[in-house]
């Protein structure tokens, strides 16, 4: 049977969304002290996108840059974030993760594929396969499909 880009598309808006918030409620859970969600969300685009400016990650998480610029100071004072003029262009703010930063963010991060794989070791193993290759194709077509992924070595 072969299945039409419109009953596709209806299961992904379908699914997504309960996938969504149970990967935002393990992340939560796990997630530092007296840490929004949306500042966590700053330290996985800066897990994967070190170097990026105020405007990159303002855009990601949906904030102004003045509030983007606040809740950067935050993370600054609390040692999770840097913040650096870039030496080519010194209108443009470089942020990174610190190795606290970057400790909290992988915890967490850790925590919640643990306990996603505990939900899904209760699927067939043929299902499980099935899941792979389906993200793997909506990766494809979506852009990175390992977004906030802790990277390796780092």
């Known amino acids: 049977m072969s299945t039409g880009p419109d009953e596709c598309a209806r299961q992904v808006l379908e699914t997504v969304p309960l996938v969504m918030r149970a990967i935002r409620a393990e992340m939560r859970s ?39 610029s606040r ?35 992988q915890s967490a991060y850790a925590s919640t594929q643990s306990q996603l794989a505990k939900r899904l070791a209760a699927l067939p193993a043929p299902n499980r396969t099935t899941i792979v290759k389906a993200m793997q194709a909506l990766g494809s077509i979506f852009g990175s499909r390992r977004e906030g992924t802790p990277a390796a070595g780092r």
């Open 71 to 105: 809740m950067i100071d935050g993370l600054v004072a609390r040692n999770l974030v840097t913040r650096q003029t870039d030496a080519d262009d010194r209108r443009r703010v470089v942020l990174t993760l610190t190795s606290l930063g970057r400790a909290a963010m």
């Open 30 to 68: 796990h997630r530092v002290p007296d840490l929004s969600v949306p500042q966590f969300r700053v330290l996985i685009f800066l897990n994967r996108h070190e170097g990026a400016s105020l405007s990159d990650v303002a855009g990601h998480v949906g904030l102004m840059l003045p509030s983007m």
